[in-house]
């Protein structure tokens, strides 16, 4: 008997190495996938009413503070868009 002194000894390590990485691996996968995404932001992926203005609205706030919209047709805009002006 050899009690762990033989070739297969010398490789264990790598073995417990790649399973320890994996498991890393996976739990940071996991984090990502599962976790509140907080930093995100109002992204295409918020939804709710903390999520802000949608992009559209965001566009047509860009355009009315940059003279392009009277306010007139702002807020036919934003009452064809369905949001509060």
């Not at 965001?58 to 949001?83: H, P």
Request: proline letters at 5%; a neutral charge.
């Amino acid at each position: 008997m050899m009690w762990g002194y033989g070739w297969d000894m010398g490789w264990s390590w790598l073995f417990g190495l790649l399973m320890l990485v994996g498991i890393v691996l996976l739990v940071v996968l996991a984090v990502r996938v599962f976790g509140g995404g907080s930093s995100r932001g109002g992204g295409p992926g918020a939804t709710g009413p903390t999520a802000g203005p949608s992009r559209a609205r965001q566009i047509l706030d860009e355009r009315y503070a940059k003279g392009e919209l009277t306010a007139e047709q702002y807020r036919e805009q934003v009452q064809v868009l369905g949001e509060n002006p």
